[in-house]
């Protein structure tokens, strides 16, 4: 009897000072956040086969912020980024979003892939918080309207979509052309622009099916592309699967163009397919290199890792700077963010850009790429 | 009639793919009536240390058969290692607990190896180079057949053969056997049980290996993450086939390879999985133990 009374009273202090700690860190909290740092979440897949696309935005934030934070911060006010990994996948970004809510952040850098942007926006809207990607090209992400809290510092798929059916038309003179994609919110909602596009334009769209990511083996679907004898093919989706699909191609004798989006223009797709990524098309975002801005990124980026910068760096840079102007010109609060996004035009890599009613960056597009040699060139 | 063909040859050939999976599975379950879900990062890790070990030969300048062999032998010991190791200490000490301790253990291998080749490695798809030579004549065939195929096809088969051999005809194989049986009555007989478990998993392991070795030079690319897709199938072979029988994992991969092939060849390779994963329902629903499980039979 008497030791069960002890256990109680043990029980009892223990959850009191428990409620105590809490009651301190809230109060913390909110001291934090008006004198505190400015805090940042940066999500992406960090990790995973989609990595790649990921790490470059947080190098890109993280170098801006740092230059920020070592000329005085935003109004005095250091920024502090809060870097979480999604994998890309739309269940754990959910997760991460309430982590980064949960962690007082006062807008987002990312998502990276549309499939997870879709899955996190409404969470974000509901605590009123923006968020700004450097790569989730879906267009409904803008174009429905439902995401007034959506910004993205890259063009939308219908744009990547017009523009390989007109360079398949037009350049390449296709009549006959067989459309794959891997099923996902990407590279689905990619290749049916695409074929919209193609038709439109009137040519004829012989197969239009999806592949499975991560299959073993693609000799089935590529049997079907043989037998709609294509003058190209068009592919929506990412480079693992690009990769496996152009060299099972190739190494069964099959020559045919093959076009792309920017979920392929990535070096990483020429080392893994190798000779087969030879000639291939991918559109992607225009190339920077005669920007100022960009030419000192990629010189502080070389310097500080060791390497050139990879895909969506510098949409990732200019996410980070038009973020950071839009909080210093407007404050953190979620208005202000948005009115400042919207109004101020901000000098970025990409060049001067702000962003229109829907959240899209004006002043932002796509060109055609083609591997030569072994690497990306830009040819239209 | 041609394209036919091409289908039943892309069937076969990941039907054998699954089946070097299947095999390590089905052998597991057979014994210790576990799902070894890590089976698949044996794969991959073999696949891993294949690639290494292919990089180190070609600079030493070895010609590609000598390379394959090369690797393909010294990444089945390495695998096996790992199988023997990962049994003794995720599987043994939970060997008399409930059933589903050794499960959650068997997926948290599964995490632990897939991250620890991630940070030991690379979390990039990274190229794995052709090691198997071309052969002039299959250009001649009317059917279009890589070397590569070919070579997948015709280990399958030795595997296949091997293992039942040394399962009906030696002195181990009596005696895994005799453990799958009853462990208890096996151990009072004299079978040392701990040693046929070790066996059964180096035996697994190897296999995997090979698959993991030929499958990748086959797609020509790796990452920590090709395990968990490959293995999750040829999971679904080894129950399609009656899971813990070894001519029924075979035959349960080939049914499988070849409806994945033909209905992604006829109808839509947009619906590749729901073939997959329907033949396995039909067949399930026919036949609860699989095509060639034996029956439950309850002990009272």
Redesign the interface.
């Known amino acids: 009897m008497k030791s069960r009374n002890k256990k109680l009273v043990l029980v009892v202090a223990v959850v009191s000072v428990l409620a105590l700690m809490v009651l301190l860190t809230s109060a913390g909290q909110g001291e934090r956040a008006a004198t505190g740092p400015i805090r940042i979440g940066v999500a992406g897949p960090h990790?995973?086969?989609l990595?790649?696309f990921g790490l470059p935005t947080v190098n890109a934030a993280r170098m801006v912020a740092d230059r920020i934070n070592e000329q005085g911060g935003i109004n005095g006010r250091q920024i502090e980024l809060i870097v979480e990994d999604e994998l890309c996948q739309p269940e754990v970004a959910a997760n991460t979003a309430a982590k980064l809510i949960g962690d007082g952040v006062t807008a987002i850098i990312g998502h990276i892939c549309s499939g997870a942007t879709f899955a996190v926006l409404e969470t974000y809207l509901d605590s009123n918080l923006v968020a700004i990607s450097p790569s989730a090209t879906n267009p409904a992400l803008t174009q429905s309207g439902d995401f007034p809290n959506f910004f993205r510092t890259i063009a939308s798929d219908d744009a990547q979509g017009r523009l390989q059916a007109e360079f398949v038309l037009n350049t390449l003179n296709a009549r006959r052309i067989v459309v794959l994609h891997d099923?996902g919110d990407y590279g689905r909602g990619l290749a049916e622009f695409a074929r919209t596009y193609v038709e439109d334009g009137g040519a004829q769209v012989v197969l239009f099916?999806?592949?499975?990511p991560?299959?073993?083996?693609y000799?089935?679907?590529i049997?079907?592309v043989e037998?709609a004898t294509p003058d190209v093919v068009i592919f929506g989706g990412y480079?693992?699967e690009a990769?496996?699909l152009v060299?099972q191609m190739r190494?069964?004798?099959l020559q045919v163009p093959f076009v792309s989006g920017d979920g392929v223009q990535d070096d990483?797709f020429i080392?893994?397919?190798?000779a087969a990524a030879e000639g291939v098309f991918a559109t992607g975002p225009m190339d920077t290199a005669g920007n100022p801005m960009a030419q000192d990124a990629t010189s502080r980026h070389r310097a500080r890792f060791g390497e050139d910068p990879g895909p969506f760096f510098m949409n990732g840079y200019a996410a980070a700077v038009a973020l950071f102007a839009a909080i210093e010109a407007g404050g953190t609060t979620y208005e202000g963010i948005r009115t400042a996004l919207r109004n101020n035009l901000v000098e970025t890599p990409l060049g001067a850009i702000r962003f229109d009613e829907r959240g899209d960056a004006i002043g932002v597009g796509f060109a055609i790429f083609q591997v030569q040699n072994g690497r990306y060139v830009e040819i239209q | 009639m041609n394209y036919f063909l091409n289908l039943i040859i892309g069937g076969l050939t990941r039907g054998s793919i699954y089946a070097l999976l299947a095999l390590g599975y089905t052998m597991v379950y057979g014994i210790i009536e576990l799902i070894n879900f890590a089976h698949g990062e044996i794969y991959m890790i073999g696949a891993f240390t294949a690639l290494i070990v292919a990089l180190a030969l070609s600079y030493l300048g070895l010609d590609g058969i000598s390379i394959l062999i090369i690797a393909s032998l010294i990444a089945m010991v390495y695998s096996a290692a790992y199988g023997f190791t990962m049994e003794k200490i995720a599987y043994k000490p939970v060997r008399k607990s409930l059933r589903l301790s050794a499960l959650i253990s068997a997926i948290g291998m599964s995490l632990f190896l897939q991250n620890y080749v991630r940070l030991a490695q690379t979390s990039n798809f990274i190229p794995f180079p052709t090691l198997v030579p071309e052969m002039g004549f299959l250009q001649t065939l009317p059917v279009r057949i890589n070397s590569a195929q070919v070579v997948i096809l015709g280990i399958t088969a030795i595997v296949m053969v091997a293992l039942t051999f040394l399962i009906k005809f030696t002195r181990i194989g009596k005696s895994m056997r005799a453990a799958s049986q009853d462990k208890t009555m096996a151990m009072l007989l004299g079978v040392n049980v701990n040693r046929v478990i070790s066996v059964t998993f180096v035996i697994g392991s190897a296999t995997a290996a090979l698959g993991g070795v030929l499958i990748s030079s086959f797609t020509g690319q790796i990452n920590f993450y090709i395990g968990f897709m490959a293995g999750i199938k040829a999971f679904v072979a080894a129950v399609l086939g009656g899971i813990g029988s070894i001519p029924g994992a075979v035959l349960g991969s080939f049914v499988l390879g070849l409806t994945e092939s033909l209905g992604a060849g006829y109808i839509s390779s947009d619906y590749e999985d729901v073939f997959a994963f329907a033949i396995l329902i039909i067949i399930l629903l026919l036949k609860p133990s699989g095509l060639l499980g034996r029956p439950e039979n309850k002990k009272v």
């Open positions: 990790s995973g086969d990595a790649t099923r099916d999806g592949i499975t991560g299959a073993v083996d000799s089935a679907i049997a079907r037998a480079h693992p990769s496996r060299g190494s069964r004798g990483a080392q893994t397919a190798g």
